[in-house]
């Protein structure tokens, strides 16, 4: 499924709002699986804090 900002740029995630914070797949996967919940991910109902180790 393809999601998309107001001004038609596709976001990676239905729960990015900003689009100044948010980053390539690649590098968002890159992150999570460091164990780091990147900026553009912290409007995610899925990676609340201090339940990432289970989330991921």
């Known amino acids: 499924m393809q999601f ?3 001004d038609g740029t596709v976001s990676p995630c239905c729960c990015m709002v ?3 914070l948010v ?3 690649k590098e968002i996967k890159e992150m999570l699986d460091e ?3 990147p ?3 912290g409007q ?3 990676l609340v804090k201090g339940e990432i180790n289970e989330k991921i």
Do not use: M
């Open 18 to 20: 900003d689009k100044s």
């Open 39 to 41: 900026d553009c991910c």
């Open 44 to 46: 995610c109902s899925e």
């Open 4 to 6: 998309y900002f107001v």
């Open 35 to 37: 164990k780091i919940v």
């Open 23 to 25: 980053k390539t797949k």
